[in-house]
């Protein structure tokens, strides 16, 4: 029994919540049966996990060795409370499954009850529950992220986001909201709603809607992990095979998205060498599969228009056809009017300029996209390359009204300047 | 088990100018749905129609008494079942059924005191 260095303990720690906390919670919801309880329970273990892997070293299961010890608080708890408590358990729960009792020694990921952690999401991604309340619930129970930490991903206060959790967990337990792997009859609508919750963990991350860095990179990371999850515990699923391509894609031009200084570059200027070849070729694999299902899944589909980019070699050798034709399907299948403005914008380098500019015209009524920055965006870049300046200043102008993103302001604003009739 | 209210909302015009026929179909849709309940784990433990918000009177505190709903809508609480139902989901799935073809459904949770 040597003492581990206290700083080793400590990245072993954080190594374990980084990769555990799901399991560990979500196995010792399904003895408290109360999210509160065996959130404590599970913030416990990790801490006593501080001191006793400095005296007994880091065990070879930590994930194992913290759902023991979140379960044992978890039964003590509980007896404290005595008989009535338990008569009134506050999340409902499958008959068939062991209850308080059960054995307590259950591994981590892959042993006996894979499905804890399925549970879990499909619970914090309810459709009673609000988008927002959602992706709080995600981040906080799935991720382990505390309440500041999940303020701030999203720009909120803290006690605004703590309201907003303490809501969402009160009408879990009051509604009865159940904690279950729905029926395979219910699962492709959950688990829609659940990659709906993981896609904007994504996108709010890559391209954060304020603020000075256009990536907020933890909460990139994390969807990402919880994508892998998902696929883990749902292996046959298109869409989640969809998803993690889609994902590790476009993250793929993570590092290649932005310049010197910050600035922002388009696909067009970016470093191709640069991309993650690691994770376009798993991303590729990925989208090889999730394309065998018939009818394809949104997420494949957009995964499969990522792919294309990700594998041609320039921007000049890109198959714009390949593109449109793609997004004609995506259009066909799930109509909206974000993906007839990508589309608008394929067909406009597929086309020419003023093709696209059309495409885009059609779509000025619609009221989903009062206020999107990049609809102006874009018809400034066709207006541009048509030569019609003024038109493209306007344009540009009216996008920059509509972010408030430091780095992509920063890009517009240049656009404005390049095309300024009398500089000064 | 948990019980659960139904509260239906509807368009109040869409009745006063509906035929017999179609007050029948309403009529056969609620049998319908009260046969249907308890194939989904789920049990009808009351239910009212009420009669439309031109009958109401409402009395708000430290007010008088006014001619009317408490609040007027478009869509407004024409009638309720209450379920008892094991879950959430459960009780969306039987509000799923609930007719409402003028409107919809809104399901809370009874208060229990212990």
């Known amino acids: ?424 | 088990m948990t019980q659960y209210m139904i509260l239906i909302y509807e368009d109040e015009a869409s009745y006063e100018n509906a035929s017999p026929e179609l007050l029948g179909e309403v009529m056969q849709a609620h049998n319908d749905f009260s046969a249907q309940v308890e194939q989904h784990g789920a049990k009808i433990v009351g239910g009212e129609a009420l009669q439309p918000t031109g009958t109401a009177t409402s009395l708000r505190a430290g007010s008088d008494v006014t001619d009317g709903p408490f609040v007027e809508t478009k869509e407004a609480l024409g009638g309720f079942y209450v379920i008892d139902a094991p879950d959430l989901d459960t009780a969306l799935a039987v509000a799923k059924l609930c007719p409402a073809r003028f409107g919809g459904v809104e399901v809370r949770p009874v208060m229990t005191f212990d």
Request: proline share 6%; hydrophobic share 45%.
């Open chain 1, 1 to 424: 029994m040597t003492d581990e260095p206290a700083s080793a303990v400590a990245a072993a720690v954080a190594d374990a919540h980084r990769r555990e906390w799901a399991f560990v919670l979500a196995a010792t919801v399904r003895v408290t049966r109360d999210l509160d309880v065996a959130e404590e329970c599970a913030q416990d273990a990790f801490a006593a996990a501080l001191t006793d892997w400095r005296t007994n070293g880091v065990p070879a299961r930590p994930g194992a060795w913290l759902t023991t010890a979140a379960k044992r608080r978890a039964l003590n708890v509980l007896r404290h409370r005595g008989v009535e408590r338990r008569h009134l358990p506050l999340l409902v729960e499958d008959d068939v499954v062991p209850g308080p009792g059960e054995a307590l020694d259950d591994g981590p990921a892959g042993a006996q009850l894979p499905d804890d952690r399925l549970r879990l999401i499909v619970t914090c991604c309810h459709p009673a529950l609000d988008r927002t309340a959602q992706v709080a619930l995600t981040l906080r129970l799935m991720c382990g992220l505390s309440t500041a930490e999940v303020a701030r991903a999203f720009l909120v206060s803290e006690p605004t986001m703590a309201a907003r959790i303490t809501r969402a967990k009160k009408k879990i337990a009051v509604a009865r909201i159940p904690y279950r792997v729905p029926s395979a009859e219910e699962l492709p609508e959950r688990v829609d709603a659940v990659l709906g919750v993981v896609h904007l963990l994504f996108t709010t991350g890559h391209t954060t809607p304020s603020g000075d860095e256009l990536v907020r990179r933890d909460l990139v990371e994390r969807s990402i992990e919880l994508a892998r999850m998902l696929r883990r515990l749902l292996p046959e699923d298109p869409a989640v095979a969809g998803l993690l391509a889609l994902l590790l894609l476009t993250d793929a031009r993570r590092e290649t998205r932005t310049g010197p200084g910050g600035r922002l570059l388009l696909l067009e200027e970016q470093d191709r060498a640069r991309w993650d070849r690691g994770a376009i070729a798993e991303g590729v694999d990925l989208v090889r599969e999730a394309l065998r299902a018939r009818p394809p899944t949104r997420y494949a589909l957009q995964a499969a228009i990522a792919a294309v980019h990700a594998e041609t070699p320039s921007w000049d050798d890109t198959d714009w056809r390949e593109i449109v034709a793609l997004y004609d399907v995506l259009t066909r299948l799930w109509p909206s009017p974000v993906v007839a403005l990508n589309r608008a914008v394929a067909v406009g380098f597929a086309r020419g300029a003023a093709e696209g500019l059309a495409a885009l015209d059609g779509l000025s009524a619609e009221p989903q996209l009062a206020g999107y920055g990049y609809l102006p965006a874009a018809r400034g870049s066709f207006l541009r390359r048509l030569g019609r300046t003024a038109e493209a200043r306007e344009a540009y102008a009216e996008a920059l009204l509509l972010t408030e993103n430091a780095v992509e302001r920063e890009f517009l604003a240049g656009r404005l300047r390049e095309l300024d009739p009398d500089p000064t």
